[in-house]
């Protein structure tokens, strides 16, 4: 017999009281609690769960009692709905994590999805810009903007993006704190709650330093007219967040690619980030060391930038090597 769960995972999809129900339920408890599952990763887990429940019910099964014909049928009904690989590989990735933790928990005598091989990731080159095109958005952001203050802010926001490859999440969620002291290293809760740390860029330090000293001076002044409590964010928003939200630096993005003569079509806070891993490894740094900076669990993430190397290689072979030389 299914347990009971506790409560829904805060930020997970509500899951219907059902026995597949209730073991998405006491998953994504154990994935929150054990694991430090992120919110956005709890809400793609409970979606793509449900998603198989659903599939299920309709074969009159619920999960104790699907077997691996039953996963793999679904994984062929995802393929014929159009479903690109890399969802499919995420949904068959959810599945297996569960019946994993269900085999551990003892609420089955076998894991029917160990043995399943996924449809991998569609290994398409990352989008990116050229470094003059970044240049131009660094320097449209020192002149958007009303006020000295939100010229100083959008500065700082794209040149922190720049220098850290940071995820938008962890540019817009910075807490204050980690900006004190003029730091040369800036500390970053990336995924899952895990903590790496990223050098800063003198022009990011120099940025970071002017947008603080007027933030702060604001505060300051809001204090004393008692109007606003202090926060804790380095770019206040005020929405319920307390912080600048993805979308508004999204929408924020788009009017800096305008100013700089970019095409906002092609300029996403990935898109940079993207910029940031290339350019790094174009001017000869470490794929390990970029798996660091990016924040990536896993090696293999990073090696979509592999191509960056291989041209690199070529070029050193072309270069360097005797029997490439035109004379021969």
Request: aromatic share 6%; with cysteine; charged share 25%.
């Amino acid at each position: 017999m299914s347990p009971v769960p506790p409560p829904t995972a805060e930020g997970a999809a509500p899951v219907p009281d059902t026995c597949s129900g209730r073991w998405i339920s006491t998953f994504l408890e154990a994935q929150a609690a054990e694991a430090g599952a992120a919110r956005n990763t709890l809400l793609g887990y409970g979606r793509d769960l449900l998603d198989f429940a659903d599939f299920l019910t309709h074969r009159g099964l619920t999960f104790d009692a699907a077997s691996r014909d039953d996963i793999e049928a679904y994984l062929i009904s995802c393929e014929a709905q159009g479903l690109a690989r890399a969802t499919r590989a995420r949904r068959l990735s959810a599945i297996r994590q569960l019946y994993r933790f269900a085999y551990d928990e003892g609420w089955r005598s076998e894991d029917p999805a160990i043995r399943i091989s996924g449809p991998g990731k569609d290994q398409r080159l990352p989008k990116t810009l050229s470094l003059p095109e970044v240049e131009a958005l660094l320097a449209a952001a020192r002149t958007l903007g009303r006020t000295k203050a939100d010229r100083a802010r959008n500065e700082s926001l794209m040149e922190l993006l720049y220098a850290t490859g940071m995820r938008v999440s962890e540019l817009v969620g910075l807490p204050v704190s980690a900006a004190r002291g003029d730091p040369s290293m800036l500390l970053i809760r990336g995924k899952g709650g895990k903590e790496r740390m990223v050098p800063l860029s003198p022009p990011a330090r120099i940025a970071l330093n002017t947008w603080l000293a007027l933030r702060d001076s604001a505060e300051d002044a809001a204090r004393q007219a008692h109007k606003t409590p202090a926060s804790k964010f380095l770019f206040p928003g005020a929405g319920s967040e307390g912080h600048l939200t993805r979308q508004g630096f999204h929408g924020l993005l788009k009017d800096i690619a305008v100013a700089a003569g970019i095409s906002p079509a092609r300029v996403t806070p990935h898109v940079l980030r993207h910029a940031f891993a290339t350019h790094l490894l174009e001017g000869g740094a470490d794929l390990r060391a970029i798996q660091m900076l990016l924040g990536h669990a896993d090696l293999s993430t990073t090696e979509i930038y592999t191509h960056v190397l291989d041209a690199r290689l070529k070029e050193l072979v072309l270069a360097h090597h005797p029997l490439a030389r035109p004379d021969h």
